[in-house]
């Protein structure tokens, strides 16, 4: 299996995490999707550019498996290089205060997924459409409905959420839903969702002959043993 570049751009982010008992350090945003995505291939070939460089205060409470954040998301701007790539992926696109980069990226790159994450709504949705896979948790939706928001995007919307997720393509042709059976109780979930998509992402280049429905439902076993091992260390 040849090796597939990946180019992440978007939030990277100094974690200030609080579990009731220490604070413990890390990197965030881009390093939670570069972590995973190093751990789930070793044939992921992982590049990063970020575009907005910030810092966050995270409380963790383990044994409700709950968390909740206030950030500075971009304390410091820096212009990305742009290499071709087969994949980028951009965090968050709802708080970049500059896109204009996407649209270059979209002529270097194979695939372009995105995340939305908690906090303003996305005001240009016009750059969804260079978006092939679009990433979304149910507590981030800001649309009535997943639909609106499918006939927004080149691709795909991944709607996300702790018991499986709900997926649709740009015209609403296909749709599909998966159910997730394990979930794991009192762990610290930060990341969850940057799991999720590193796995989709993983699964995507490597499975690319499975059906979309296959690929989902492997990321979901896939971001479960990631989050396990993890709290295990």
């Not at 701007?77 to 708080?95: A, G, T």
């Not at 750059?127 to 896979?133: A, G, M, N």
């Not at 296959?214 to 990321?219: F, K, Q, R, Y």
Request: aromatic share 8%.
């Amino acid at each position: 299996m040849i090796s597939s570049k990946i180019t992440l751009y978007g939030h990277i982010t100094y974690d200030n995490i609080f579990n009731g008992k220490e604070t413990v350090y890390s990197v965030g945003s881009i390093g939670n999707v570069w972590k995973a995505l190093l751990s789930l291939s070793e044939k992921n070939n992982v590049h990063i550019e970020p575009t907005e460089i910030g810092e966050a205060l995270i409380l963790v409470d383990e044994n409700k498996s709950k968390r909740s954040s206030t950030a500075c998301l971009s304390l410091k701007s820096r212009i990305p290089n742009i290499p071709n790539s087969d994949w980028s992926h951009i965090l968050y696109l709802n708080e970049l205060r500059d896109l204009s980069f996407i649209k270059e990226v979209r002529k270097k790159s194979n695939v372009i997924s995105a995340d939305i994450c908690a906090g303003k709504k996305l005001k240009d949705t016009s750059i969804l459409k260079e978006i092939d896979y679009l990433f979304i948790s149910d507590e981030d939706m800001w649309l009535d409905n997943i639909e609106d928001l499918a006939k927004l995007v080149g691709g795909w919307v991944i709607l996300h959420y702790s018991g499986g997720s709900i997926c649709y393509n740009k015209n609403l042709k296909t749709k599909f839903k998966i159910e997730i059976t394990k979930t794991l109780k009192n762990i610290n979930i930060l990341g969850a969702g940057d799991i999720f998509a590193a796995s989709v992402i993983t699964n995507i280049l490597q499975l690319q002959e499975s059906p979309i429905e296959d690929i989902i439902n492997s990321s979901h076993n896939d971001t479960y043993n990631l989050l396990k091992l993890y709290n295990e260390q």
